[in-house]
């Protein structure tokens, strides 16, 4: 059963901007910290960046900050990756996936840690 579902991915141009959505379609993942991976073509999965149950905490990769911002909207069991300033580097397959643990007080970058992946949504920045 598909539990997280990945959406608002598509072709844009270098400088727009996106919303990502991740939406728990199962489980609810409401206590558990949520993460932003992506994976471009040819090259490994990354960490993204990260929120926790709560939304009090984020994390984010060096490359993002500032231009990417997580949020998450526990009523409505999605979770938000919102993109600013696109560039062509950010072209990748993005996924969602919730920490295996629940109540961790702050996210991590650490695949590994998290249990529950989404299928992915394509983002790409054309130049």
């Known amino acids: 059963q598909v539990q997280l579902v990945e959406s608002g991915g598509g072709l844009v141009q270098a400088g727009d901007s996106l919303r990502l959505s991740c939406e728990n379609g199962g489980r609810s993942f409401t206590n558990n910290a949520m993460g932003w991976f992506r994976q471009a073509p040819g090259k490994e999965r990354e960490f993204v960046g990260a929120?926790?149950?709560?939304?009090?905490?984020?994390v984010y990769a060096d490359s993002v900050k500032d231009r990417f911002t997580i949020s998450r909207d526990n009523a409505k069991n999605t979770v938000y990756l919102r993109m600013n300033n696109l560039t062509p580097r950010d072209t990748a397959v993005y996924y969602c996936?919730?920490?295996?643990?629940?109540?961790?007080?702050?996210?991590?970058?650490?695949?590994?840690?998290?249990?529950?992946w989404g299928q992915g949504t394509q983002v790409t920045v054309s130049s």
């Open positions: 996936a919730a920490d295996q643990w629940a109540y961790r007080a702050r996210p991590t970058m650490t695949e590994r840690t998290y249990g529950t």
């Open positions: 929120i926790s149950w709560n939304g009090v905490s984020t």
